[in-house]
């Protein structure tokens, strides 16, 4: 397993942007598969965006598309989640993981996550 520290989460107003980094502990990072969940009270855990070890293929949920990006950068054992135009519907504790299944939209598949950081988005 890996350990994975997230950080970049607080409150902003609708429309704004944050960037979220994940940061992995261990000297295999390169080889998992690294994705984005996130919760909101109240609610289960569900898939935001996922990213392949080489960083070339990724996936996101339709609730995401085209205002988030997902990105690592496995020299910095870093993973990145850019969000803009941001809604009030996107405030959740945003968890990142770890696992060997590509593309998998499900927390089952993965084994390694973070504590969360919150995300508020509110006016």
């Known amino acids: 397993q890996v350990q994975l520290v997230e950080s970049g989460g607080g409150s902003v107003q609708p429309g704004g942007s944050l960037r979220l980094s994940c940061a992995a502990a261990?000297?295999?990072?390169?080889?998992?598969?690294m994705g984005w969940f996130r919760q909101a009270p109240g609610k289960e855990r569900e898939f935001v965006a996922t990213?392949?070890?080489?960083?070339?293929?990724?996936n996101y949920a339709d609730t995401v598309k085209g205002r988030f990006t997902i990105s690592r950068d496995n020299a910095k054992n870093t993973m990145y989640l850019q969000m803009n135009s941001l809604k009030p519907e996107d405030t959740a504790v945003y968890y990142c993981?770890?696992?060997?299944?590509?593309?998998?939209?499900?927390?089952?598949?993965?084994?390694?996550w973070g504590r969360g950081t919150q995300v508020t988005v509110s006016s």
């Open positions: 261990g000297r295999t990072f390169s080889s998992y598969d």
């Open positions: 990213i392949n070890p080489s960083g070339g293929s990724t």
């Open positions: 993981a770890a696992g060997y299944y590509s593309g998998s939209r499900y927390p089952y598949n993965y084994n390694s």
